[in-house]
């Protein structure tokens, strides 16, 4: 299907707008998060804003919509020549534009959950430094080490009986792994580096009695002393459980290295 190239270029000024405002929202609201490290929130601003300038750019003016008889002589010759030489734009060019815009507004936005652990599966190795940066402070209060500080703790100490009986404090969502006893569960982060692509799911033991009547990908706050278990034949930290209470998503659900 062939378009007039008035047409063409008021969908081609309404898809690039519809862009740059999806991006904005999604800034604005903060599920951008769930795709991107945070760090990058000044270039999707850029880009967005980018977006904007180009639909105004590409947006037909007044003079363009004029009838062919209201232009001055020889103008009128001149848009056919230029019409002949590029061509009139065929509908299936937009396509580009039209189906990730489509997709992102009726794809709901989620963070990445269980679903995604079953196809990648939990990492018990977590990265220190992130492109060769400072290491990660480790000397922490044990209540103030999230899930990834804990992993990090016991990867990389020489003796993790030496965290044996510190209470941790931690959030993260419900994965159940088939190979663990009924009343143990994984509470579970994804650690972001860049994307979501390259998302790591990381997981401390917890030792809870109902753990079988826990819903997967429900978030829960955990408290309780650590004790050394074991996970693929790592140790890792396994949380005996004094209290679980479920808790709303958090606003930023990724940990970061």
């Given at each position: 299907m062939t378009l007039s190239i008035?047409?063409?270029?008021?969908l081609q000024a309404a898809l690039l707008a519809g862009l740059g405002l999806f991006m904005l929202h999604k800034l604005w609201t903060g599920t951008l998060y769930w795709y991107i490290n945070q760090r990058f929130w000044l270039l999707i601003l850029l880009a967005a804003v980018g977006f904007l300038v180009l639909a105004r750019v590409v947006?037909?003016?007044?003079?363009?919509?004029?009838?062919?008889d209201h232009q001055p002589d020889g103008e009128h010759e001149h848009d056919a020549e230029h019409d002949h030489d590029?061509?009139?734009p065929r509908a299936w060019g937009l396509l580009f534009l039209a189906v990730p815009l489509l997709l992102a507004v009726v794809i709901p936005a989620r963070p990445l959950g269980s679903s995604a652990i079953?196809?990648?599966g939990i990492n018990t190795g977590a990265p220190l430094t992130v492109g060769g940066g400072t290491p990660t402070q480790l000397d922490l209060a044990p209540t103030d080490?999230?899930?990834l500080d804990w992993v990090r703790a016991f990867n990389y100490s020489t003796d993790p009986q030496?965290?044996?009986g510190q209470p941790a404090d931690v959030v993260g969502f419900v994965y159940h792994d088939g190979q663990l006893a009924a009343d143990v569960f994984l509470v579970s982060r994804f650690a972001v580096t860049c994307c979501s692509a390259?998302?790591?799911a990381i997981g401390l033991l917890v030792r809870w009695p109902a753990a079988a009547s826990l819903e997967s990908n429900a978030w829960?706050?955990?408290?309780g002393p650590v004790e050394v278990g074991s996970l693929r034949g790592n140790p890792t930290p396994l949380v005996a459980a004094e209290s679980l209470d479920g808790v709303e998503t958090p606003a930023q659900p990724y940990l970061y290295p």
């Open positions: 008035r047409t063409y270029r008021a947006l037909p003016g007044r003079r363009e919509s004029e009838p062919p590029h061509g009139t079953s196809n990648r080490r999230n899930v030496t965290y044996a390259d998302a790591t829960v706050r955990v408290r």
